[in-house]
């Protein structure tokens, strides 16, 4: 014990070290807190290794200045780094929910910035020179785009779709068929947020087929809406029948209830002119005379986080209405980019090539297999003699609960081992890149790490390749 508490003394103090000409140096550009925060850091780490006894370094050694200075500006490093940060997308799955599921282009961020940076008509009538509507700005666009009578553009799609059921169908029934009571990842439940709503849901049939007739025996005198929910991310196969929304809708007009759609990704150009079929835009999906439909802003249509809401005037203006909007109305950033987004839908062409998402859905293979070949080709300029590189075909995903049964032919880039057991395990690897300054996030398959060449854009080439360099280093 007598050892120790010599030892602990050893140990310098905080103002000691704050005076060592180094961190000087780090004072003038670093906050203050964050490098009192540093050292206060490291030596409590001392303090706490020397304790527990578990410093196998001799005592001398982790207490040299040098050490503790380095320790200092390593954790100086990672305090003083960004905790929301970018990172190469290499998984392959273009609209990947847990790495921000679509990127802007910079004509949308262009337009975004100046917004952020002045005054604007966001609720200013410039005409009138009066109060103006936050919602008006998309709702020209959005009814070139879809067909849309009107439209309200919110949060993001769960918001849309909890808006729309406590307005239409607040203590009142919806009917929902049990094939679509589905979960998105990260907890949005259909029958969950159906009952925050405050409405009540009516299930009909069963997981693998529901009939119209199904519909038609649940509406009673209680009914407000017959929703039908895109079931996203998953398909059921084999033995089973849904009910079209084009009949719903004449169920619906024959009832005197209207008709509700969730469709999730909300996809605003026909895909099926680049090989991906499955897929109704908005505009097809209008025609059916459903009275409401929601999507969300981030998916297939490629901008911003956003829920937007299209349909019959009359629903609309008591949506717009309901205090709820309020409180998951749209910020005035997604507003700027969700308006320049869909301006470069305006011509088909520019949506390919200006908005990164459908870019990377609609990529021609070559293209992929062009990039592929370059990172192959500058990785193999310092590959030591533990990893090979090769490139090979594989299949990307469109992800984000959209089509789901989609795979797309891709190439992809491949460091396997080129010797049994190399000193880096291809696990330790996978790891060193995700922790780079430049996280790469990359899979793994059969004891390779692979690169899909389809969602690391051209910009990203050069720090992948570092981050990989840096990686491999001993
Ligand atoms: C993704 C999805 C939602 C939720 O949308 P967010 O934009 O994530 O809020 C709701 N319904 C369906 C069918 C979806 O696919």
Not at 162 to 178: C, D, F, P, Q
Not at 343 to 362: G, K, V
Not at 450 to 465: G, H, N, P, S, Y
Request: proline letters at 4%; charged letters at 30%; hydrophobic letters at 40%.
């Amino acid at each position: 014990m007598a050892d120790i508490k010599e030892t602990l003394r050893e140990i310098p103090s905080v103002d000691e070290i704050l005076k060592a000409p180094q961190c000087g140096e780090w004072l003038k550009t670093h906050p203050r807190p964050l490098v009192i925060k540093a050292v206060r850091d490291v030596l409590q780490i001392k303090r706490e290794s020397l304790i527990k006894g578990v410093n196998s370094e001799p005592v001398s050694d982790s207490l040299s200045s040098d050490t503790i200075l380095s320790e200092i500006e390593r954790t100086l490093k990672d305090l003083s780094a960004f905790r929301l940060r970018p990172l190469i997308n290499a998984t392959g799955i273009i609209i990947h929910t847990n790495l921000g599921r679509s990127i802007l282009d910079e004509c949308v961020i262009r337009n975004m910035e100046g917004i952020a940076m002045r005054y604007s008509n966001l609720e200013y009538d410039i005409e009138k020179g009066e109060r103006g509507k936050r919602h008006a700005h998309l709702e020209e666009i959005l009814s070139t785009l879809t067909g849309s009578e009107s439209s309200v553009v919110v949060n993001n799609n769960a918001a849309a779709v909890l808006l729309v059921l406590n307005t239409m169908a607040y203590g009142k029934e919806v009917i929902v068929s049990r094939g679509e009571l589905i979960e998105i990842g990260g907890s949005f439940r259909i029958p969950e947020v159906m009952e925050r709503s405050g409405a009540i849901l009516r299930e009909v049939g069963t997981t693998n087929k529901t009939h119209l007739k199904d519909y038609e025996g649940a509406v009673n005198e209680r009914t407000a809406l017959l929703l039908k929910v895109h079931t996203s991310n998953y398909r059921i196969l084999g033995f089973t029948s849904d009910v079209s929304l084009q009949d719903m809708v004449i169920l619906g007009q024959r009832k005197g209830i209207p008709v509700m759609n969730d469709l999730g990704s909300g996809c605003l150009i026909d895909l099926k002119r680049y090989g991906i079929y499955g897929e109704p835009t908005v505009k097809e999906v209008l025609k059916s005379g459903v009275d409401i439909v929601t999507f969300s802003g981030d998916k297939l249509l490629g901008g911003p986080q956003a829920g937007i809401i299209l349909g019959k005037e009359v629903y609309i203006e008591r949506i717009r209405k309901n205090p709820l909007a309020r409180a998951v109305r749209i910020d005035k950033l997604t507003l700027s980019a969700m308006e320049a987004t869909l301006r470069e839908y305006l011509d088909e062409d520019r949506a390919i090539e200006n908005i990164p998402t459908i870019r990377m859905l609609a990529q021609p293979l070559g293209d992929i297999k062009r990039r592929a070949k370059k990172i192959e080709r500058v990785l193999k300029t310092f590959l030591g003699s533990q990893f090979k590189v090769d490139v090979m075909q594989d299949s990307s995903q469109a992800g984000g609960g959209s089509l789901p049964m989609l795979n797309l032919p891709t190439f992809v880039v491949a460091l396997s081992p080129s010797v049994k057991g190399p000193r880096l395990k291809v696990n330790d690897l996978e790891e060193r890149l995700r922790k780079s300054d430049r996280p790469v996030i990359a899979r793994i398959k059969d004891d390779a790490i692979i690169f899909d060449a389809r969602t690391i854009q051209d910009e990203e080439i050069k720090e992948l390749v570092d981050s990989v360099k840096v990686a491999l280093k001993d």
